[in-house]
């Protein structure tokens, strides 16, 4: 009898199936750990831009960072554990892919579905270094850009390099909806108190 064929460590999930005219938000991260501040990011652009899906990019490495991230297969289960809602897919292409920078997945998703719309999330912390990104200008020139803050957030993060380069593309958050549709060069910066429950979370999770 022939031996089955090995599972791949991180295999692809039908809920990484995309239709075209969806629209996906893309959030990428170490996640290490996952926290109520991360969830909050994704159900707030989730629910102020209409997204079909939001995809959690889970990295194998950040090249920001000089530690490496914890096992990605814990990350993974912690996120899942984190937000079981519908339309959050947990996924493992950049280790499937081999891909180092955001830009990467970026292209290759534009490529493989060019007819669904993506749309890039991150906090406001992700704004403030932004500039720091390889290849952060072509990335705010193929997917509009959706920045969620919580109350308190240093003023520095929403006044940086990468903000004023792109302040001629803002979209103000009354109109986040229409910001997908409209694409890139594109970007809003929505404050979104995190609820009292969640916060606390936060705090002790510090």
């Not at 031996?3 to 005219?21: N, Q, Y």
């Not at 194998?60 to 339309?87: F, Q, S």
């Not at 704004?127 to 957030?153: Q, Y």
Request: aromatic share 6%.
């Amino acid at each position: 009898m022939n031996p089955m064929p090995a599972t791949p460590r991180f295999a692809a999930g039908k809920a990484e199936m995309l239709a075209p005219g969806m629209t996906v938000g893309l959030y990428g991260g170490s996640f290490d750990p996952p926290h109520a501040g991360h969830r909050h990011v994704a159900l707030t652009a989730s629910k102020r831009l209409g997204l079909d899906a939001v995809w959690w990019l889970v990295s194998p490495h950040n090249p920001l960072k000089r530690h490496a991230p914890g096992e990605l297969e814990a990350r993974v289960a912690a996120i899942r554990a984190l937000i079981p809602e519908p339309g959050h897919v947990v996924t493992t292409i950049e280790s499937r892919l081999g891909t180092r920078y955001t830009i990467d997945i970026i292209r290759h998703l534009a490529k493989r579905h060019p007819q669904v719309r993506f749309v890039w999330i991150m906090g406001a912390d992700g704004l403030g270094s932004f500039h720091r990104w390889g290849h952060w200008r072509e990335i705010a020139a193929r997917v509009p850009i959706c920045v969620i803050a919580r109350g308190g957030t240093p003023l520095k993060w929403r006044l940086g390099r990468a903000a004023r380069h792109l302040a001629h593309a803002r979209v103000q958050p009354v109109a986040a909806r229409a910001l997908v549709e409209r694409g890139a060069p594109g970007w809003t910066y929505i404050t979104a108190p995190l609820h009292a429950e969640a916060s606390s979370i936060l705090r002790r999770e510090r």
